[in-house]
């Protein structure tokens, strides 16, 4: 079978879908890749085919914010990016692709719905996977109306479509797959990036991330690592592809890299310290940690909220996010078992899951039956 997966080119829309890629090469399918064009380099190294689709998230921004003007809210930028032109992009680069590349089945992260759309106009089965939270409802039918023309025949979700495979446990399931007539649950399983792990002190750290799209909170991340360095702990810092440079001078105790293998490093930490994106979310979740969210933007407040009444995480937004208050924070979770507890409890809901092996497999047969 050949399988065309495609993404917007940012780490936190990519590496969703590589545990399921790599299944998908390990059993001996074709795997193509359409992605924007600075992430082309980056999916070949992984040894993938790969073809330029699409925009990036930035540039769709700068446009959105040239017709709308610059402090025009979310419903107005955001629904222009991600309902208009990221969509109406890919389906425009990977429309003279389709009749050469001839996929048997498209998988898009949720975001890259163009691909959704114009795989369901040109009859081939197309299955999204969940990165992260819905948008919400009123959002969510504004965007519905945007997205509604692009499609063949309208989906049960503008986002999601007709099938999706859906990465949150119960516990802290999102409602947005709940009326897509087709969902797979699949174990969120992280990929790590082909680095070396750094040393790990013996006695445990705290981890520190704002992901790779910091939002512009260098000041968030320099103020959490001098907070967090007055617990007299050790802290690694990973900052993706931002210049660790820019955070000035560290305390002693305190390591920083670019990238590091988060799912390793996360089974040897004490506590997590992070933005909130669903990726570093459930990686903390599988390793049982309890975490210290400090959302910076898209739904990353979503899933602080959602982990703060579960009791999973504690989380500081907006004002809240002072020095003062991240080392009380950090500290109470050290110290207090309740979050811990929960975060287990969860993690061995996502161990029971179905791996992305088996699930390949459901896609495959699902696949079949809807060409037949």
Excluded at 9 to 15: I, N
Excluded at 302 to 313: H, I, Q, V, Y
Aim: proline fraction near 9%; charge should be negative.
């Amino acid at each position: 079978m050949r399988i065309l997966f495609t993404c917007r080119p940012a780490y936190g829309h990519l590496f969703p879908l590589l545990p399921l890629a790599n299944a998908a090469r390990a059993a001996g399918h074709e795997v193509v890749f359409g992605t924007g064009e600075a992430f082309v380099p980056k999916v070949r190294e992984l040894g993938f085919e790969v073809h330029r689709v699409g925009i990036s998230i930035g540039d769709a921004e700068t446009e959105a914010k040239r017709r709308h003007g610059a402090d025009a809210g979310f419903l107005d930028i955001g629904i222009t990016m991600f309902a208009e032109l990221l969509p109406r992009a890919t389906m425009a680069d990977l429309r003279p692709l389709l009749p050469g590349l001839r996929p048997d089945l498209v998988v898009y992260e949720q975001s890259d719905v163009g691909a959704g759309a114009l795989a369901q106009q040109a009859g081939i089965p197309a299955v999204s996977l969940v990165i992260g939270r819905s948008l919400p409802p009123e959002a969510l039918a504004i965007a519905a109306e945007r997205l509604a023309p692009l499609w063949g025949s309208r989906p049960a979700d503008a986002m999601l479509g007709d099938a999706c495979v859906d990465v949150w446990p119960d516990s802290v399931r999102d409602p947005g797959s709940a009326g897509v007539p087709k969902v797979f649950r699949m174990r969120p399983t992280p990929y790590d990036p082909d680095v070396p792990l750094p040393p790990l002190p013996e006695d445990g750290f705290v981890y520190l991330t704002l992901g790779t799209v910091a939002f512009g909170a260098t000041q968030v991340l320099r103020g959490a690592i001098h907070a967090l360095a007055r617990l007299g702990v050790d802290v690694l810092v990973a900052v993706g592809p931002g210049d660790p440079a820019l955070l000035g001078e560290l305390p002693e105790r305190v390591r920083v890299a670019n990238f590091v293998p988060q799912a390793e490093v996360l089974k040897h930490a004490g506590l997590a310290v992070h933005h909130g994106g669903t990726g570093t979310v459930l990686a903390a979740l599988a390793a049982g940690l309890p975490q210290l969210i400090l959302p910076q933007g898209a739904d990353q407040f979503a899933n602080a909220e959602t982990l703060s009444a579960l009791g999973a995480a504690r989380a500081l937004v907006g004002d809240e996010i002072r020095m003062p208050a991240i080392e009380a924070a950090a500290r109470e979770l050290l110290a207090d078992p309740t979050a811990r507890t929960t975060a287990r409890g969860i993690a061995a809901e996502i161990a029971g899951m179905p791996t992305p092996a088996r699930v390949l497999d459901e896609l495959v047969s699902w696949s079949q039956e809807r060409s037949e």
